[in-house]
Nanobody
Framework: VQLQASGGGLVQAGDSLRLSCAAS????????MGWFRQAPGKEREFVAA????????YVADDVRGRFTISTDNAKNIVFLQMTSLKPEDTAVYYC?????????????????WGRGTQVTVSS
């Protein structure tokens, strides 16, 4: 399975941005789709994840209410809609996939990763 993330860019604080992650196929190995981010000098951290169905969705506390994760199941695309962006949201954003199971907010449990897309929020 290959994941292709896109949609990053340079925006101003308060702006919105939508990231996309296209999966080359759907299978049990990629039932859970997640978004992570990594700022310079920091560890990669969980942002949001969900199953392709609406059975499970989880968004990290520090972005909840501003970020939304959704899917286009017909096109095998997962979106991360980001609103009210802040300079501290600046990071490389990665999409990842894994089978259903525990600890779906943990970086270590994701088997498949896409290349990151840079999001820069200026103040």
């Amino acid at each position: 399975v290959q994941l292709q993330a896109s949609g990053g860019g340079l925006v101003q604080a308060g702006d919105s941005l939508r990231l996309s992650c296209a999966a080359s196929e759907r299978s049990a190995n990629v039932e859970v789709m997640g978004w992570f981010r990594q700022a310079p000098g920091k560890e990669r951290e969980f942002v949001a994840a969900r199953t392709w169905s609406e059975g499970w969705i989880y968004v990290a506390d520090d972005v909840r209410g501003r970020f939304t994760i959704s899917t286009d199941n017909a096109k095998n695309i997962v979106f991360l809609q980001m609103t009210s962006l802040k300079p501290e949201d600046t990071a490389v954003y990665y999409c990842a996939a894994r089978p259903v199971g525990p600890d779906s907010t943990s970086v270590a449990t994701y088997r498949t990763w896409g290349r990151g897309t840079q999001v820069t929020v200026s103040s």
